[in-house]
């Protein structure tokens, strides 16, 4: 009988993980390489668990294909088969090895439209101006792919179980990604520490909606979430920032939020969680870390504003965090719902507050 592949512990994940960045230090700035290597862990998570549903289904059903592709077609996802990791990784040292990976994350959108169309807009494995010429780009997709192919990396439900290991990878790398970008990672992440103390004050119970307006890579708004300890929980966001909203859209996908809603635009001159008549959407809880001290927010269009904001006042012109504050309240339910806002200690000092 053979020997069941031992489980890698979340700190072993992490750390490979974490080594496997070194293929882009000090070459590729950290703000683009953090794309890359989480693409790349989502694409092989995806691939890891395809491959063992499908051996599960093998082992059920054996050779008859046709049934298996039947039970196939009903998981959360499709995976093309030019879209594996396996697939890839047979052809990592091909001269197109950066166009390869291209069309494999063009066919996952396309097979999964409805839960994952857009996200990988804004990535290019082929891209000359971040990943160098030729030569140094193919040689740097290989050592990532060979970094991938660390047994350590092996997702397989089957091998990991099912906790919410990848999750939680996925969370510890934006972490770092955030910390090393100093206070630019504000603008995507916000600490576990802080967001799990509005988890528990904010207290949200199965069976409610949750929106963070300012979303980034829906950390916060997974960690609250999380605290209704239930699936019947609704999630909705919107963030301003493209390459931010595949991350979070990734995220959302990775900790089984599937049915999360969340938009790209702007929220505070373009809010775009709206119900069937055109009104705001309300919620049962508003939680967000907005944008600190947010200059040229819109204020020359709120007075104007269709959805009245702001008709407690119009916030300073360099002052977007006040404006996010007053969306925030704006889309809570009246008399019940609850918001929950991060914000500087100077929100409470400033001239005229």
């Given amino acids: 009988m053979k020997d069941k592949k031992a489980k890698p512990t979340q700190q072993e994940i992490n750390t490979t993980l974490w080594q496997a960045c070194d293929t882009f230090r000090g070459v590729v700035d950290p703000a683009e390489y953090k794309n890359y290597i989480l693409v790349f862990l989502f694409l092989k998570y995806l691939s890891d668990v395809w491959i063992d549903h499908y051996e599960t289904l093998r082992q059920r059903y054996g050779d008859n294909e046709q049934l298996i592709e039947r039970k196939m ?17 047979a052809r990592k040292n091909e001269p197109n090895i950066g166009e390869v990976i291209n069309k494999a994350l063009e066919a996952v959108e396309e097979a999964n439209r409805l839960k994952l169309e857009g996200v990988f807009r804004n990535i290019d494995f082929n891209s000359e101006s971040n990943l160098g010429q030729t030569k140094d780009r193919n040689r740097r997709l290989k050592n990532l792919i060979d970094d991938f192919s660390d047994p350590k990396l092996d997702f397989r439900p089957s091998v990991i179980g099912t906790e919410d290991i990848i999750g939680n990878a996925y969370m510890y790398l934006i972490e ?18 802080v967001s799990t103390l509005l988890a528990k004050l904010l207290d949200p119970k199965p069976g409610q909606r949750i929106c963070d307006p300012a979303i980034g890579s829906g950390s916060l708004v997974i960690t609250v979430a999380e605290e209704a300890k239930s699936r019947d929980i609704a999630v909705y966001g919107q963030e301003s920032n493209g390459s931010t909203w595949a991350l979070c859209k990734m995220n959302m996908f990775l900790h089984k939020l599937d049915g999360a809603r969340i938009e790209w635009g702007d929220t505070l001159n373009n ?4 119900d069937e008549t055109g009104s705001l959407m309300k919620f049962d809880i508003v939680v967000a870390n907005p944008p600190f001290s947010l200059d040229k927010w819109g204020q020359e269009n709120a007075r104007e504003d ?8 119009i916030p300073p012109k360099s002052k977007g965090d006040y404006a996010f504050i007053s969306h925030m309240v704006e889309t809570a339910l009246p008399g019940t719902g609850k918001v929950g806002v991060i914000v500087p200690h100077g929100v409470l000092f400033r001239g005229a507050a």
């Fill in 73 to 89: 077609a009903r998981e959360r996802f499709v995976l093309p088969p030019h879209s594996r990791f396996d697939y890839i990784a």
């Fill in 271 to 274: 809010p775009l969680l709206l």
């Fill in 176 to 193: 770092r990604f955030a910390s090393d970008a100093g206070k630019k990672g504000g603008e995507f992440y916000t600490p576990k520490e």
């Fill in 306 to 313: 269709p959805h009245n904001r702001f008709h407690r006042g």
